[in-house]
Structure formats: structure tokens, C-alpha cells
């Protein structure tokens, strides 16, 4: 198929980018719709009229002069007010110059697109900071429950006392046991985790302690290591120890007790020197008594509890775990996606039952779903959704079942809660300010009126 005279002007139309044509004598005689679109430069206003006049310096001007072609040319056009850079080129029929054609772009597009990657470059130098930073530092709050858990964990880091961690699932005990294990002498050694409750009991034993060779039908040749063994030298991370058997509690409280332990199916004694490090959701107290926990062992595991709260309490420290699983997300998928102020309001009202765990998990599906350069509110789960806005409708609801308040009593009443919920999910007065928009006069004064300390 042969190109008609009509096809190359269809093809100058379904460009993004701007193009204006002029003649030798700088005669304007095209400029697509894409040039009146983005410079608000109606066809009809400038065709026909001479660049010279409109623009006296520009630099297509240049072009018709030399003949040279000017390429990722930047400047200033007054007359369109804009900084663009561009490439000219000159029109020639049988050698001759009859023309030429600018195809340009508005250089605070080049310049957005510049921020971004400094943007992006800073992440990716944050993130290999955190790297080189103290593990404690992924467990920084402002809440002092927390505080005082972090603390504790730093205390007993440089030490082989066993330590318990109580929280709920998902509160990232593990991330807790392996910050005290790397601030540890430890280090350099092995740290293995070991999930009590995902390992069927009759392997559990096996799993721990390894077996010797023929100790069971279908055992591997020459045996096999366990994670004791695995851990020798480091520490071992025992998550939800309260789902173990009575019988592998007896021969961990052995093992604890004597620091050597038997392969399953073996005589043999292997020495143990291992930091132990425990996790649990449950009441261990309330098994005591059920009977389904060895009173003994408790004892010989809680030597330095460290309870962790959920995150639910710990609202204020939401946008620094965002931030940093955020980054880490950023990275495992190289897409990288801004988070609105708005969006973090939302995901600040919801309460997590799933904890940390959950957040990550929710924060990876928003950027699998996500095309765009941030998160809209479209991108979140709707059950977050559906909480976010009853949370919303709530204060107005509230507000409304008050009998006989007057319009001005209202709205003090859904400022004030405002201001508390603000406060409640900012790390300092400053950064309250600057999410509710208004002056640090206006929000002190506002803090006294309604005695907020």
C-alpha cells in the first residue's frame, strides 16, 4: 500500500508531541493539534503569519539560516511562555532548503520526570542505608509500650539469655528475634527459625534433633542434621512454642538444661551452644493450668519476656512501617509508587487485626494492582474501604444523635475529633500541622480552646 499526501498529515495528528512547520521565509503553514492542545495556540491564530514576528529569536530561525539541523535543542519561547527543548530539523526538495520542522516537548515534563528519578534515586540510598543501620532501627515507635520492648530487646542483645516474645500473629516477632540475634555476639553464625506449628508433631522431633541413619523406615543414608545442629554456634528462633507436644517439650526442657542432645535413633551426644530465642500468641500461663504446657519449661524459657503490642495500638508508628515495607516492596518489584497523604489516612483508620503481616500483604497486592506513578484509593482492599468510610460516617453519626446542639457546636465537635485523630497517627506537632493544612498559631490556639494537652 502506497502512502497517500493525506496519510503523512494523519501521521503529524497522532503525535503526543508538538509540531510546527515553516516555510523558508518563516512562513507558519502547520502546526498539529497536539502544538494547540498543549500551548492553548488555536491553527487558524498563527498559520499563515511569519515566525519571525511572533518570536523573533527563535531558534528555528537558525535552522532556516544554516541549513544545520539543531538537535535536543533547549530554550526559552516567550511567546508560548514555556521552557521547551527540541529537535529541528531542516526540510530540503533536490538539495534545495524550502523549510523546516520542529517537533518539541515541554521541558517541566523533562524536569518532572528528573525529580522522580532523584526521587527514586534517594529511596534506593535509604534503603542500602538501612541496610548498614542497626537492625533496632526497623523497630523505631513513638509508642512507649513498644519503646520500652525495643529497649529491653537491645538490653539482653549482647548476652545468651533466653528471651520470649509474646504478640499476636503477625506482629513481627521474627524481626524481634533476628534484631537481637545481629546485635549479638552471635552474628556471624547461623540464625534459624522454626515454625512449631506448621511442623506435623510426629516430625517435629526429627526436624529438631535430626535422626541417625536407619532409625526409620526411609530415613536418608548417612542421616540427618537438625536444626540444633544447624544453629550450633548462633541462635535458634522458636515461633509459637506453644503448639508443641508434651513429649517434645520434655526433651527441649532436657536439652536446655543439659546443652546436649541425641540424634533420633542415636546414642550418640552432641554439645549444644545455641542463644534460644522463643515466640508466642498464646497464654502460656492458661496451658500451665490446662495442663498443656510443662510448667518447668515455662520457667526455663520466660527469663526475659518481651511483650509486643499489636499494631492496632500502635497507629501513630504506621506511616514509618509503610515507609519501610513500602521501600523494600519498591525494590523486590523495581515499580516504583508514591503513597498520597490520603491513602495513608485510610490505611491508618483500619485496625489490622492481621497486624504487620497483614499490612505487608496488603501494601504488595496495592502495588501489583497499581499502574500509576501513586496509590488512589481504588488501588486499597474494599474491606479496608468499607471500614475507612463507616469509620468516617461514624463521626458525623455521632455528631448528629446529640439533641439540641446548634450547627457551630457540630462542627467544634468534628474539629476536635480531627485534631485528636491527627495528633493520634503524626510523629510530632509539626507533622500534625502540616497534614491538617493550617498555620502553628492556628493549631495551638485550636489545642487550647478545646484543652487538648
Request: proline share 4%.
Amino acid at each position: 500500500m502506497k502512502l497517500e499526501k493525506h496519510h503523512y498529515k494523519a501521521i503529524l495528528e497522532s503525535l503526543e508531541d508538538p509540531v510546527i512547520v515553516v516555510l523558508k521565509d518563516s512562513t507558519i503553514v502547520y502546526i498539529n493539534e497536539a502544538y494547540s492542545r498543549q500551548f492553548n495556540v488555536p491553527s487558524e491564530k498563527i498559520i499563515g503569519r511569519k515566525l519571525k514576528e511572533i518570536e523573533e529569536n527563535a531558534r528555528i530561525l537558525k535552522v532556516l539560516e544554516t541549513g544545520e539541523a539543531l538537535i535536543n535543542d533547549c530554550s526559552y519561547v516567550h511567546s508560548l511562555k514555556r521552557d521547551v527543548y527540541a529537535n529541528i530539523t531542516p526540510l530540503k526538495h533536490n538539495g534545495k532548503l524550502i523549510g523546516a520542522v520542529t517537533i518539541m516537548k515541554n521541558l517541566n515534563e523533562i524536569t518532572k520526570l528528573q525529580n522522580e528519578l532523584e526521587r527514586y534515586k534517594r529511596y534506593s540510598m535509604q534503603l542500602e542505608g538501612q541496610l548498614n543501620q542497626d537492625h533496632f532501627s526497623l523497630l523505631e515507635s513513638q509508642v512507649p509500650q513498644m519503646i520500652s520492648a525495643v529497649n529491653i530487646a537491645r538490653k539482653v542483645a549482647g548476652t545468651d539469655v533466653t528471651v520470649i516474645l509474646y504478640g499476636e500473629s503477625g506482629v513481627g516477632k521474627e524481626v524481634f528475634a533476628k534484631a537481637i540475634h545481629e546485635a549479638s555476639t552471635r552474628k556471624d553464625k547461623p540464625f534459624i527459625p522454626i515454625n512449631m506449628a506448621s511442623i506435623p508433631d510426629n516430625l517435629l522431633e526429627s526436624e529438631l534433633f535430626g535422626y541417625e541413619e536407619g532409625s526409620f523406615t526411609g530415613s536418608r543414608k548417612g542421616g540427618k542434621k537438625g536444626l540444633l545442629e544447624l544453629a550450633n554456634g548462633g541462635t535458634l528462633f522458636l515461633d509459637e512454642v506453644g503448639e508443641m507436644s508434651m513429649k517434645v517439650q520434655a526433651k527441649l526442657l532436657r536439652v536446655i538444661q543439659e546443652r546436649v542432645f541425641h540424634r533420633v535413633g542415636g546414642t550418640k551426644p552432641y554439645s549444644l551452644d545455641v542463644r534460644i530465642i522463643c515466640a508466642t500468641n498464646r497464654n502460656l500461663k492458661e496451658l500451665i493450668k490446662k495442663g498443656a504446657f510443662r510448667e518447668d519449661l515455662y520457667y526455663r524459657l520466660n527469663v526475659v519476656p518481651i511483650h509486643i503490642p499489636p499494631l492496632r495500638e500502635r497507629k501513630q508508628d504506621i506511616p514509618y512501617i509503610i515507609s519501610n515495607l513500602l521501600n523494600n516492596l519498591i525494590l523486590k518489584y523495581k515499580k516504583p509508587v508514591t503513597m498520597p497523604d490520603e491513602i495513608y489516612d485510610i490505611l491508618r483508620n483500619y485496625d489490622w487485626p492481621g497486624n504487620i503481616r497483614e499490612l505487608s500483604n496488603v501494601l504488595e497486592r496495592m502495588l501489583a494492582v497499581c499502574n500509576r506513578p501513586k496509590f488512589e484509593k481504588s488501588d486499597i482492599p474494599e474491606y479496608i474501604q468499607h471500614v475507612s468510610d463507616s469509620w468516617t460516617a461514624n463521626v458525623y453519626t455521632k455528631s448528629s444523635k446529640k439533641d439540641h446542639m446548634s450547627l457551630n457546636d457540630v462542627l467544634e465537635q468534628i474539629e476536635k475529633t480531627k485534631l485528636l485523630e491527627v495528633m493520634a497517627n503524626s510523629r510530632n506537632r509539626t507533622e500534625a500541622i502540616k497534614k491538617l493544612g493550617i498555620s502553628r498559631k492556628s493549631f495551638y490556639a485550636k489545642l487550647k480552646k478545646y484543652g487538648i494537652k
